[in-house]
Each structure stands twice: as C-alpha cells, then as structure tokens.
C-alpha cells in the first residue's frame, strides 16, 4: 500500500505518522512542525530573551545534538548565541566517544566549544574513581546520582566561564515524565512540587535554566535527527544499568503502550501539584561551604565530596547525609578539614535539592543528553 500524502503540504508522500497525533507528514514537513514547537516552547515560556548567550549542555547524545541543531536554526529568530559547553565526567571507554562527537558537531555548526572535567573541578575525582570509591559501600547503584549532582555543578560552571546568561538541556518528555514517575515512587514530595515549568529563574544567584524538548516526545527526537541526518553518539553509559531510573523507564513503557498520552500527562501533572502550606520545604539558603544555593548546611555537590573525601560515600545520600555533621577519620583523598578548595568560593554554581529534578536526571542516565 504506497504512503498517503503528507497532511501539511499536500505534495510529497509522507514519511511518517507523528506518534502523538497520528498525522502523516512528510520529511520535510515534520522538521519544520518540530523546530516550530520547540520557537513556541521558547517564545511562550519566555525562556530565552533576546541577546541572551546559551549555554548548551552538549554531551554528544541525540537529545542535546537535536537541541542544539534547532537552537542553531531558530537562533537568528531569537537573537541569542550559542556556546556549547561539554562535561568530562571520567568514564574510560565512553565519554572520550562522546567528547569526539561532540567536537566534530562543534566544527560542523562553527559554535564555540568549551569541555570542563571533573577532575579538575573536584580535586581529582572522576566518575570512574567515584565507582570505585562505593563499589564496597553497598551504594555502587548510587552513580547516577552522584554524576547527576556533580553534572549539574560542573556545567554550570562551564556556563559561567563561558559568559552565558542562560543554560539549556536537552531533556525531552520522556525523560521529565521518567523523572515524575521517580519521585512518586520515592515519596519525594517536594520535587513533585517543584517538577513543574520548563526550568529555573535562576534563583539564589544561580544561572537560569530551561529544557526546550521538554514537550517534544523521545520518538520525535530520534526522528529529527535521522531526517537531518545528524551525528550522534548513541552508545548507553556503562553504569546507567544500575540506575534506578531504569526501572521508572520501563514502568512508563507500559503505562504508554495502554494509554499513548501518559508521557504528556505526567508532564503536565507536575506543572499543576501543590503542596500545602504546612507540607512546604524551607526556602533554601545558601551553602555554607560554596555560597551555592542549598536546603542544608552543605550543597548536594559538598555533601557528596564530602563523603567521598572521607572515605564514606554512603553518608552523602539520603539519610545517611546527616552523618557529615560528625567528625569522622579523614579518607584517602582528603579530610573533613581540607575541603577542596575550589569549593570555598561563593560562586552559587547549583541549585541542590531545590532542583525539580531528580539527582541523577542531569546525565538522564544514558549520559549523553
């Protein structure tokens, strides 16, 4: 049976049916439908001012190639610049493939390329150490959440080396209705709270941020890059198996597969939950080590080197957080009186648990968004 006629244009054959409307669109006319959805996600949020200088979190992945291809077209209609800006967490055999796409995207589209490392922000740490560090802890599920953390404050500051005024990720529907899906699952109130929007003012000091694929659905991202032929790297993390992101992947598969409209609707639920008065976190302060913006006494980025440092990385997640307020015997790398100094600076470079996402969702756990 030939492919009908596209439904826009009315020339050429389709090429596809859209998964969220059915409609059939050609090549063509789907990139076109898409860029102009993401022009209006941006324009209506208000989430890129004109003259403003983006940074893009560029991973190497179809999610932040995609974003950072239509931002490039739609540029010149927004009156902003692009940076990207690439994180090196530390991975042997995987990020160095990412960090080549990533570079041949940055020679290709002529955009300014900067790549910051975790071993240069945290005293040495890598993902690959970190792995390592909570291999015997019981936490060696826990990486994701430590990359997510460290992630979110290594791009932020590449963003402010770069002069940017505004960050931007690539996380699209799946990956925010994943994230819904997570904190219900963990009884996480207040992110479910905060889950709503498509990102940050920026408050405390802190870089605004927003996601502008955040309504467009994973399937229609896979398909723009294929239709405009885009290059990509698309292997899976080697610790996302363990993430527990995983698990609220699966489970929103076959929540789809019954109701096709269950991604948007999870991502709207988050933008209308509430908490009431009395259930409200405290509004954060600041950190009392970075000046970054923080519920406690420490960021979620201190806390977590913290306890790597002193040789427990179990005390810097979830309850056992509390435990860094005792002295303990200083770890291998360091001790509680030495903190890595670049972390004394009161640059606000994090948003901490104010965040609406979940820790790990920054690397969205196939790490390359």
Request: with cysteine; net charge positive; hydrophobic share 40%.
């Amino acid at each position: 049976m030939p492919a009908p006629q596209c439904a826009s244009c009315h020339k050429a054959r389709a090429a596809l049916r859209r998964p969220r409307s059915g409609q059939a669109l050609c090549t063509n006319c789907f990139c076109a439908a898409f860029e102009a959805e993401v022009l209006h996600t941006v324009v209506a949020g208000r989430l890129l001012p004109p003259g403003a200088v983006v940074a893009v979190g560029a991973s190497g992945g179809k999610d932040s190639t995609v974003l950072a291809h239509v931002l490039r077209e739609l540029a010149p209609r927004l009156g902003i610049s692009l940076h990207l800006v690439a994180v090196d967490e530390g991975i042997g055999g995987y990020r160095d493939a990412a960090l080549a796409a990533v570079r041949r995207q940055a020679a290709r589209w002529e955009l300014p390329l900067t790549v910051v490392a975790y071993a240069d922000l945290f005293g040495g740490w890598t993902m690959d150490a970190v792995a390592r560090s909570t291999a015997g802890s019981g936490r060696s599920r826990s990486c994701c959440t430590f990359c997510g953390v460290l992630r979110r404050r290594a791009l932020e500051e590449g963003a402010r080396r770069v002069g940017a005024t505004h960050v931007v990720t690539g996380h699209n529907a799946d990956d925010m209705a994943e994230t819904v899906l997570m904190n219900f699952l963990r009884g996480d109130a207040g992110r479910l709270a905060r889950g709503g929007g498509l990102g940050s003012p920026g408050e405390g000091g802190a870089l605004p941020r927003c996601r502008p694929l955040q309504l467009a659905s994973q399937k229609e991202v896979v398909l723009y890059a294929h239709f405009r032929r885009l290059d990509y790297f698309s292997e899976e993390c080697v610790y996302a198996p363990e993430a527990f992101r995983g698990h609220a992947r699966d489970l929103l598969k076959l929540l789809e597969a019954a109701r096709p409209s269950a991604v948007l609707d999870l991502v709207h639920s988050a933008e209308r939950l509430a908490l009431a008065p009395a259930a409200r976190p405290p509004p954060p302060g600041a950190c009392s080590r970075c000046g970054a913006l923080a519920s406690r006494a420490l960021c979620q980025a201190c806390a977590l080197l913290e306890g790597l440092n002193r040789g427990r990385p179990r005390l810097a997640i979830g309850k056992g957080r509390r435990g860094l307020d005792e002295e303990g015997p200083p770890g291998r790398r360091g001790s509680h009186s030495r903190p890595d100094p670049r972390l004394r600076s009161p640059s606000p470079a994090s948003r901490d648990s104010s965040s609406p996402l979940g820790s790990d969702d920054d690397v969205g756990v196939r790490g390359h968004l």
